[in-house]
């Protein structure tokens, strides 16, 4: 049996612990077959972003063209964009192809990856044409033009509005319990709570998460119950890494995993 392509289309983190990086490392332990399209090339460590260097959208278009002219890709998940242009890439995949949007608009250390331009494109193009998006209260908030006074079920439901469905997630560093709230293609809302894990190795928790979710719709899964094992892929990455000691910043989140067990 092949394995489900999962194609990532995405900026490198040279830290590698998210970008390209967590999404093809989550599509290995979820058993994937990762492809990737870069965006942009970073210098990044753990205490922030030193540099980056945005591809062309031409460059983009040509390395998701070579996937998907070649390899059967079930699911496409998005990190970082960086222009409008390449979100109209993105917007223009065929529509039979599921979309898991995961909108990098700013990275922890506070470094913008997202202007204006390219929060419209967002708006327009990409999220009309998105299976789900899967953002953090603060870029929920900037997508759907949200004022801080507005409540979270009211920004998830502005998303909604414009076409995907919604899992905005409620991660916040060093919280007891998680609050992820669901909309789905149907607008039906839900609140999935999970408990937090206690750490600051949580470097590439948001583009881990979209991709384990990415690889459970692929397979088959209704948001909810997808939504719940990217939870539970995410909270086991994140006990792996909470006593490493790696970077002088926020840590990465696990990215290993233990290799199922051949058979003689």
Same mark, same amino acid.
């Given at each position: 049996?092949?394995?489900? %392509?999962?194609?990532?289309?995405?900026?490198?983190?040279?830290?590698?612990?998210?970008?390209?990086? =967590?999404?093809?490392?989550?599509?290995?332990?979820?058993?994937?077959?990762?492809?990737?399209?870069?965006?942009? %090339?970073?210098?990044?460590d753990t205490v922030g972003v030193r540099r980056v260097v945005q591809l062309a959208a031409d460059d983009v278009r040509a390395q998701v063209d070579a996937v998907l002219e070649d390899l059967? %890709?079930?699911?496409?998940?998005?990190?970082?964009?960086?222009?409008?242009?390449?979100?109209?890439?993105? =917007?223009?995949?065929?529509?039979?192809?599921?979309?898991?949007? $995961?909108?990098? &608009?700013?990275?922890?250390?506070?470094?913008?990856?997202?202007?204006?331009?390219?929060?419209?494109?967002?708006?327009?193009?990409?999220?009309?044409?998105?299976?789900?998006?899967?953002?953090?209260? =603060?870029?929920?908030?900037?997508?759907?033009?949200?004022?801080?006074? $507005?409540?979270?079920?009211?920004?998830?439901?502005?998303?909604?509005?414009?076409?995907?469905?919604?899992?905005?997630?409620?991660?916040?560093?060093?919280?007891?319990?998680?609050?992820? &709230?669901?909309? $789905?293609?149907?607008?039906?809302?839900?609140?999935?709570?999970?408990?937090?894990?206690?750490?600051?190795?949580?470097?590439?928790?948001?583009?881990?998460?979209?991709?384990?979710l990415a690889v459970h719709l692929a397979g088959g899964e209704p948001l909810p119950a997808a939504t719940r094992a990217a939870q539970s892929f995410v909270a086991a990455a994140l006990r792996?890494?909470?006593?490493?000691?790696?970077?002088?910043?926020?840590?990465?989140?696990?990215?290993?995993?233990?290799?199922?067990?051949?058979?003689?």
């Amino acid at each position: 049996m092949n394995p489900l %392509v999962a194609l990532a289309v995405a900026g490198t983190d040279s830290g590698g612990a998210a970008g390209v990086a =967590a999404d093809l490392t989550t599509f290995a332990g979820l058993g994937a077959h990762g492809a990737c399209a870069v965006t942009a %090339v970073t210098a990044q460590d753990t205490v922030g972003v030193r540099r980056v260097v945005q591809l062309a959208a031409d460059d983009v278009r040509a390395q998701v063209d070579a996937v998907l002219e070649d390899l059967p %890709v079930a699911v496409v998940k998005t990190g970082m964009l960086g222009s409008a242009e390449v979100a109209a890439v993105v =917007a223009g995949l065929p529509p039979s192809l599921a979309l898991v949007v $995961d909108p990098v &608009l700013r990275t922890t250390s506070g470094t913008a990856l997202a202007d204006e331009a390219l929060v419209a494109a967002y708006r327009t193009h990409v999220l009309p044409r998105s299976t789900v998006v899967t953002p953090n209260l =603060a870029e929920a908030r900037r997508l759907a033009g949200a004022s801080p006074e $507005d409540a979270h079920e009211d920004v998830a439901r502005a998303l909604h509005a414009l076409g995907p469905a919604v899992v905005l997630t409620g991660g916040d560093p060093g919280a007891h319990l998680c609050r992820d &709230l669901v909309v $789905d293609d149907r607008g039906r809302m839900q609140v999935l709570e999970h408990p937090g894990v206690p750490t600051t190795n949580d470097h590439g928790t948001g583009c881990t998460f979209s991709a384990a979710l990415a690889v459970h719709l692929a397979g088959g899964e209704p948001l909810p119950a997808a939504t719940r094992a990217a939870q539970s892929f995410v909270a086991a990455a994140l006990r792996r890494s909470a006593g490493w000691r790696l970077g002088r910043g926020r840590g990465p989140v696990a990215h290993t995993f233990v290799p199922p067990t051949q058979e003689v």
